[in-house]
């Protein structure tokens, strides 16, 4: 229902487009759709997390993770996203006038300064932007990555990127 599957090289990718596809293949059904390419292009990020892992051990992280994300104790994080949204905006009017802003990278730190502040001890302001800096910094390259990974290609094989790559996974 609403899902989109193409044939890409050896393996099949699945597209869902609506919530209850999004919960089919993450939750309901997630047995039926292995993580080969996510946990190559992410595993040595990540390591076994969440993202990473699957079966038995994906069960256990996501019971554990579960109470984090209850609706009750996601209120409690809003304050902290307002506040990080507004320090982005003042940051985009301080701009000059038609300066073009990279918003994908923005809204990554801003992801991590809400992280930085709501997730890991002692909310320390510099944290939660080195570790942006350095997702972005792995992110850029991440389509050679995958695209490697879906053809079938050696993850050792250079690219475009790699080495930024390697240094912000450190």
């Excluded at 507004?86 to 073009?100: C, I, P, Y």
Aim: proline share 5%; hydrophobic share 45%.
């Amino acid at each position: 229902k609403n899902a989109r599957i193409a044939a890409v090289s050896r393996s099949t990718l699945a597209c869902a487009l609506a919530h209850y596809g999004i919960k089919a293949v993450l939750l309901d059904q997630r047995e039926n759709f292995q993580k080969l390419v996510q946990i190559r292009v992410l595993g040595s990020l990540l390591g076994k997390g969440i993202l990473t892992s699957e079966g038995n051990e994906w069960k256990w992280q996501r019971q554990t993770a579960a109470p984090v994300f209850r609706h009750h104790d996601l209120l409690g994080f809003v304050p902290t996203m307002a506040e990080a949204a507004e320090r982005l905006l003042v940051q985009w009017r301080e701009a000059a006038s038609g300066a073009v802003r990279d918003v994908d990278r923005d809204m990554t730190l801003v992801t991590f300064d809400v992280i930085s502040h709501t997730l890991l001890p002692g909310g320390d302001e510099h944290v939660g932007p080195l570790i942006g800096r350095a997702n972005v910094d792995y992110q850029k390259p991440l389509g050679w990555q995958m695209a490697y990974a879906n053809f079938g290609l050696p993850s050792w094989m250079p690219h475009p990127g790699k080495l930024k790559m390697y240094f912000a996974q450190r």
